[in-house]
């Protein structure tokens, strides 16, 4: 596949909704819902409340698909920001209301939740975003405890080449825990919208 197809896919998909194709959003909705769906479950821990933001975010991409800006970033990232986003904004409704109505916990223990949740998603997001060889060297180092002479005989490649990837992997996650959750769209500027997750 060309380099460029995956951003030809996505300026063709952004023309299509543009047009009100139904069949381009069920198309969408194929590619995307369960990143959408598993985001928001990672930030609410709640089936009914993911199926919510799930519908949402679609029903936000149909009435407004010229909000996406392909030159930003893949079709793929602004709708995992837009998931995001709303995900963080009901936790952050959900523990306000518990607060106001005399739960136990502080704006601070609220704040903290919101954090944890939102950098759960992002290394989620960020794992199932990364190049399958990162991936499949992560998975065997840390699900299956192989350190990385055994990951690079699993992996058929050098022992270099295996820390390599453990490393770039790492490094990809690390990122995780450096963007502050936010309710409203993030400035991206020449990052794009990957780094507003």
Do not use: C
């Not at 009914?48 to 970033?73: C, L, M, S």
């Not at 990162?134 to 002479?149: G, T």
């Amino acid at each position: 596949m060309p380099k460029d197809a995956p951003r030809r896919w996505d300026r063709r998909m952004q023309q299509r909704l543009a047009h009100g194709e139904a069949a381009a959003l069920g198309e969408l909705y194929d590619h995307f819902a369960s990143l959408v769906h598993g985001l928001a479950h990672r930030v609410l821990g709640d089936v009914a409340a993911a199926d919510r933001i799930t519908r949402e975010v679609f029903t936000h991409v149909w009435e407004n698909p010229e909000a996406y800006d392909p030159k930003q970033g893949p079709l793929r990232s602004w709708i995992a920001m837009l998931a995001h986003q709303q995900a963080v904004r009901r936790l952050r409704q959900t523990e306000s209301a518990a607060l106001a109505r005399g739960g136990e916990g502080t704006t601070e223990d609220l704040e903290r939740t919101v954090r944890r949740a939102s950098a759960a998603a992002r290394a989620d997001y960020i794992v199932t975003a990364m190049p399958a060889p990162l991936r499949a060297a992560l998975e065997l180092a840390y699900f299956q405890r192989r350190d990385y002479r055994q990951t690079a005989a699993d992996l058929g490649v050098t022992e270099d080449e295996a820390r390599r990837r453990l490393r770039l992997g790492l490094q990809l996650l690390s990122t995780a825990h450096d963007i502050a959750p936010t309710d409203e769209p993030t400035d991206t500027g020449a990052h794009g919208y990957g780094r507003a997750l």
